[in-house]
């Protein structure tokens, strides 16, 4: 089978107990940051701020893991929400989410919104003008 060339094709080519669970995620980030771009890396559904380029323009990953369902994200996005995302943390940059139960949106698109208001701060700071 070959590489899947946008997330529609990477949820279609997940096993098919899984594709309700991709699509949730990706709604869940979609309604969070709906201006985030959207396109594949390292092979996983990645999101990133619009129009930026370089690493600080990361907003998330997340993929089909055998553990589970993994959810990227900058250390430096997951550790203002240790407390309440400790139950799915499995490394300072990863949540796991285990595909036999529900998975938590409402935290998913906290953490996706406040790591883009946190990137949208730090180029304010670096007098970048805000889109």
């Known amino acids: 089978m070959s590489r899947p060339t946008s ?22 980030i ?22 930026d380029v370089g690493i600080e323009r990361r907003l998330c990953y997340f993929g089909l893991q ?30 796991r989410f285990p595909i036999d139960r529900p998975i938590p949106i409402a935290p998913i698109q906290k953490l996706v919104r406040d790591a883009n208001r946190r990137h949208l701060a730090g180029k304010q700071a670096v007098g970048q003008p805000r889109r």
């Open 66 to 95: 055998p553990a589970g369902i993994g959810l990227y994200f900058r250390p430096k996005d997951l550790e203002p929400h240790a407390e309440p995302i400790t139950q799915y943390r499995s490394t300072k940059s990863a949540l």
């Open 30 to 51: 979609r309604e969070g940051v709906p201006e985030a771009d959207e396109s594949l890396s390292y092979g996983m559904p990645f999101y990133s701020c619009p129009g």
């Open 7 to 28: 997330v529609d094709q990477y949820i279609r080519s997940a096993p098919r107990e899984t594709q309700a669970l991709l699509r949730r995620i990706r709604a869940a």
